[in-house]
């Protein structure tokens, strides 16, 4: 398999997703095709772009199509609305008008500062997404969430703006911190435990190849998600309802991020998210005990943390809970496995259930 295009299908704003080893080197004929724009603002953090950044401009100038580099400091601290001004100002000063586009080279916060840039820049411009971390390949580059954070919360400033492409390469990975790649299988599980039973099984039975990061198997997981996520973001766009699975293991995860001070990273958050609310759903009853052990035990087999800190102040945890943007009308919708790949989404969750998923109990109680 060289590279796979799956189709993201909104009308007149479908978009392809195309999936392939070494398809940086492929970028700039891709783009000359699609003509999308005569020249590309590449925005990318300081290590991503310092490591891609002037292969992708010659890439690019080889197919006759220019390009400006602009790098923002790496990690969560930029992805605010500075760093969106700063940006803004570096394209007027280079002349970026409508004819032109941006490039977002990197993780999942170069593409939600890249998106949220390009939607709201000359009353948006178009934009396409080039993911080099698992996370962003699998989820975040797809499906047009785009913000910032605020400091009351993350991504409380944002819009949906879905990109022109996204291109996938799976060599990237090579170069992405082990910490980062387990991280990224976080969000895989979750498409496993809250979409497909399958694939779920099949992440089990190719431990070893996703952990070698053995091409063909990497190329068709990645692929995969992006199915999954492709088919979510079809039926429900903008979170009316379906797409509120996608956001399995992320309500008490982000509770758990906030609540470490961002020390613990998005992913292993969510790890620990997903298994706390398999131990929620088999305490209300709607899951079997096998169902949290099935999840606990793949989250282990891929090194990812399930445990809520013991030393996170419980209280703080609660106060994130009620925070979060997830909450409607002061209630908290949890997304409960039912099984594996089954899953239901309800805020009929009792306090004292709760109360003993985040001290750490057990179902034993
Ligand atoms: N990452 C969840 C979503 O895109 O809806």
Known sequence: ???????????????????????????????????????????????????????????????????????????????????????????????????????????????????????????????????????????????????VDISEGKNLIGTFYQPKAVFIDTDVLKTLPAEEFLSGMAEVIKYGASIDADFFNWLGANREAILALEPEVIASMIRRCCEFKALVVEQDEREGGLRRILNFGHTIGHAVEAASGYQLIHGYAVAIGMRAVAELAVRCGYADKEVAAKLEELLRQYRLPTEIPSGLDRDVLRRYLQADKKTIGGRVFFVLPEAIGKVRITDQVQDADLDAVLAGGTSEG
Do not use: C
């Not at 925005?43 to 991503?48: A, E, F, L, Q």
């Open 1 to 147: 398999m060289v590279q796979q295009t799956i189709q993201v299908g909104l009308g007149e704003r479908s978009y392809p997703i195309t999936v392939g080893k070494g398809l940086l080197e492929r970028i700039g004929s891709a783009l000359q095709t699609a003509k999308i724009a005569k020249r590309y603002g590449i925005i990318s953090d300081d290590r991503v772009g310092v490591l891609y950044g002037e292969q992708i401009q010659s890439v690019l100038e080889q197919a006759g199509i220019a390009s400006e580099l602009i790098l923002f400091p790496h990690g969560e601290t930029s992805k605010n609305l500075q760093t969106i001004g700063h940006l803004a100002s570096v394209l007027a000063e280079r002349s970026f008008d409508r004819g032109d586009a941006l490039l977002a080279l990197g993780g999942g916060v170069t593409g939600d500062i890249t998106g949220f840039l390009a939607s709201i820049y000359m009353r948006g411009i178009p934009f396409v997404q080039v993911p080099t971390s698992l996370l962003a390949q699998v989820d975040s580059s797809v499906g047009g969430k785009t913000g």
